[in-house]
Structures are given as C-alpha cells and as structure tokens.
Nanobody
C-alpha cells in the first residue's frame, strides 16, 4: 500500500525550530521528486520546498529561504523539512507529496 505519513508538527514559539518528517511506504522515494506544501487557515495550499530525484537539487519558496532545509534519508525512505527561525506566518498544515500521492498533513502552529 502506497502511503506518505507526515510527523513532527506541533506548537512552537516564534524563533523556534521543528523538524518535519515524511515517511514513505509502498514505493521508493529515491525515484521521485518530493515536495512540501502548506495550507494556512483561509488560504490556498502553497509550495514550500522540494527536492529532485535526479541530482538532489532543491527549491524553496522565497518566504522560507535561509530558514528551512529539505533533506532525504535514503535508508529510511524519509524526507525531512528542518524549519528554523519560525514565524507566526509559518502556521498551517504541512503536507508532503510524491509520485502523485499526498500525506494527510501535520499541523504546525507558531505562537507565543
């Protein structure tokens, strides 16, 4: 069964950090690009970051450049999103997607 499961979300104060995980089962992440999206309340889902399957090149939205880092652990078939210097506007549900599949998301709340 193909599945993507996000984890690592939570409540954090502004300036704090979180590391999100996206664990894949039923297929090998190495063969596909992986993306992280987020959706804030009342807003459309937006792309946050991605990593290619071919050369590992990465993409970051301007709003997260220099604060977020995407990485891949081949052995664990998992992709991570390290989020530092979090801001209230980073609040939302974070989803990972790959090979046409989406996870159910993990909630990130940045608030004091």
């Amino acid at each position: 069964q193909v599945q993507l499961v996000e984890s690592g979300g939570g409540l954090v104060q502004p300036g704090g950090s979180l590391r999100l995980s996206c664990a894949a089962s039923g297929f090998t992440l190495d063969y596909y690009a992986i993306g992280w999206f987020r959706q804030a309340p009342g807003k459309e889902r937006e792309a946050v970051s991605s990593i290619s399957s071919s050369d590992g090149s990465t993409y970051y939205a301007d709003s997260v450049k220099g604060r977020f880092t995407i990485s891949r652990d081949t052995a664990k078939n998992t992709v991570y999103l390290q989020m530092n210097s979090l801001r209230p506007e980073d609040t939302g549900i974070y989803y990972c997607t790959s090979a046409g599949y989406w996870g159910r998301g993990t909630q990130v709340t940045v608030s004091s």
